[in-house]
C-alpha cells in the first residue's frame, strides 16, 4: 500500500512558475515508477509526465515538453514536479500516481494522490 499527498498548487501568472511535490508513505517508494497526470474542467484526465524507479527515465506529454521537469528523490520518498512559463491552459487539478510500470496510461497506475489545484492566471 501506497499513500500518495500532493503539495505545492495554487495561483500564478502566466509565464510563472510551480513546484509540485508528492510525497509517499512506505519503505517501497523506490520500486514504483511515478507520474502525474492532470484535470481540467469538463475534461478527461489527461498524462502530463512520468518518471522510471531510478529516475534515469523520463517522459513527457508535448504539451508541457520544455517546459515541465519531473525529477524525484528516493531518499526522501518524493516526487517533484518543476513547472516554468506556466500558460493558462495549464489550469488543473494535478494528481500524482505511483506504478509498478513505468508508462503514460492512466490505468497502469495503482495509487493515486488527492490532487491539488494549479490555477494560471493570463
Known amino acids: 500500500q501506497v499513500q500518495l499527498v500532493e503539495s505545492g498548487g495554487g495561483l500564478v501568472q502566466a509565464g510563472g512558475s510551480l513546484r509540485l511535490s508528492c510525497a509517499a508513505s512506505?519503505?517501497?517508494?523506490?520500486?514504483?515508477?511515478m507520474g502525474w497526470f492532470r484535470q481540467a474542467p469538463g475534461k478527461e484526465r489527461e498524462f502530463v509526465a512520468a518518471?522510471?524507479?531510478?529516475?534515469?527515465?523520463?517522459y513527457y506529454a508535448d504539451s508541457v515538453k520544455g517546459r515541465f521537469t519531473i525529477y524525484r528523490d528516493n531518499a526522501k520518498n518524493t516526487v517533484y514536479l518543476q513547472m516554468n512559463s506556466l500558460k493558462p491552459e495549464d489550469t488543473a487539478v494535478y494528481y500524482c500516481?505511483?506504478?509498478?510500470?513505468?508508462?503514460?496510461?492512466?490505468?497502469?497506475?495503482?495509487?493515486w494522490g488527492q490532487g491539488t489545484q494549479v490555477t494560471v492566471s493570463s
Open positions: 512506505g519503505r517501497t517508494f523506490s520500486s514504483y515508477a
Open positions: 518518471i522510471s524507479w531510478g529516475g534515469g527515465s523520463t
Open positions: 500516481a505511483a506504478a509498478l510500470r513505468y508508462g503514460s496510461v492512466a490505468t497502469m497506475y495503482d495509487y
